[in-house]
């Protein structure tokens, strides 16, 4: 059974970090593209990033570029999201999937999502 597992969400001010983790398991990732994505309140879902689980070749919505960065540990079939100078734009739920279509295209796996709150 594949699982990813989300976690590393919560409620942070503006200007601050999180780091968020997936786990993946039931499934070897190792020649696909992976990503994060996220729903904001009332909107639609977003690509947020995205990595190639082999290369490690990186993929960023312009909203996030330069504030985030996602990363992998392949021996802990673990992937990342650093973010940085988070707004409250940033608000929403996040999810991993995989594995993508190309850089950017939902596959069929889904995280259970974590909460991530930018308010003063």
């Known amino acids: 059974q594949v699982q990813l597992v989300e976690s590393g969400g919560g409620l942070v001010q503006p200007g601050g970090s999180l780091r968020l983790s997936c786990v993946a398991s039931g499934r070897n990732f190792n020649t696909d593209n992976m990503g994060w994505f996220r729903r904001p309140p009332g909107t639609d879902q977003q690509f947020v990033a995205s990595?190639?689980?082999?290369?490690?070749?990186?993929a960023y919505a312009s909203s996030v570029k330069g504030r985030f960065t996602i990363s992998r540990d392949n021996a802990k079939s673990t992937m990342y999201l650093q973010m940085d100078s988070l707004t409250p734009e940033d608000t929403a739920v996040y999810y991993c999937n995989g594995p993508l279509v190309g850089d950017q295209g939902p596959g069929a796996y889904w995280g259970q999502g974590t909460q991530v709150t930018v308010s003063s």
């Open positions: 990595i190639a689980w082999w290369s490690g070749r990186t």
